[in-house]
T-cell receptor, first 115, second 112 residues
């Protein structure tokens, strides 16, 4: 069964360091999303891609976060410099697009701990 | 702005009982609603997807209903099992863009 792949699963870093997360969506999925989930809360959208274009990054803290999907396939989310409040689960999801079922599929997530 | 609420935040029931989880949303103009399961420290697993034109969807012991006019959805779990213990999240997708807005989840514990 096709899955959304994410790495690393766990990352521990000190504040002010740079971190990067990688996501490989299900093959053929045009839309890709990065969500952040703080413990005990629901996921919140950081950035949404349609192919290689950003559709929505209104909630992305652009002073320290960046995201790219250069070839419209896999994607990287970067944080520089990391802050204590960035400790969270970073979830990637992909979908075929609203013209199909609109269902989203999530990866296992990347757990970030900032010390 | 769409807001999604799930009450209660936590629920414990004895094994074998049927149970209902609730989800409410403020804007009825939704494209679809999706229920997810999340085990501790893990990602989200899609359980059921209901399109805005549908009233319910079923998968095994799970049944999800949707009442757009009242802004409510329920997830019914029949004959609960300890393996059903997890956090259950609902999320709605609006028109125009494909953003999912999530509730904060209900943490379900099935007592053996």
């Amino acid at each position: 069964e096709a899955e959304v792949a994410q790495s690393p699963r766990y990352k521990i870093t000190e504040k002010s360091q740079a971190v990067a997360f990688w996501c490989d969506p299900i093959s053929g999925h045009a839309t890709l999303y990065w969500y952040r989930q703080i413990l005990g809360q629901g996921p919140e959208l950081l950035v949404q891609f349609q192919d290689e274009s950003v559709v929505d990054d209104s909630q992305l803290p652009k002073d320290r976060f960046s995201a790219e999907r250069l070839k419209g396939v896999d994607s990287t989310l970067k944080i520089q410099p990391a802050e204590l409040g960035d400790s969270a689960m970073y979830l990637c999801a992909s979908g075929q697009g609203v013209s199909i079922t609109g269902e989203l599929f999530f990866g296992e997530g990347s757990r970030l701990t900032v010390l | 702005k769409q807001e999604v609420t799930q009450i209660p935040a936590a629920l414990s029931v004895p094994e074998g009982e049927n149970l209902v989880l609730n989800c409410s949303f403020t804007d009825s103009a939704i494209y679809n609603l999706q229920w997810f399961r999340q085990d501790p420290g893990k990602g989200l697993t899609s359980l059921l997807l209901i399109q805005s034109s549908q009233r319910e969807q079923t998968s095994g012991r799970l049944n999800a209903s949707l009442d757009k006019s009242s802004g409510r959805s329920t997830l019914y779990i029949a004959a609960s099992q300890p393996g059903d213990s997890a956090t259950y999240l609902c999320a709605v997708k609006g028109f125009g863009n494909e953003k999912l807005t999530f509730g904060t989840g209900t943490r379900l514990t099935i007592i053996p």
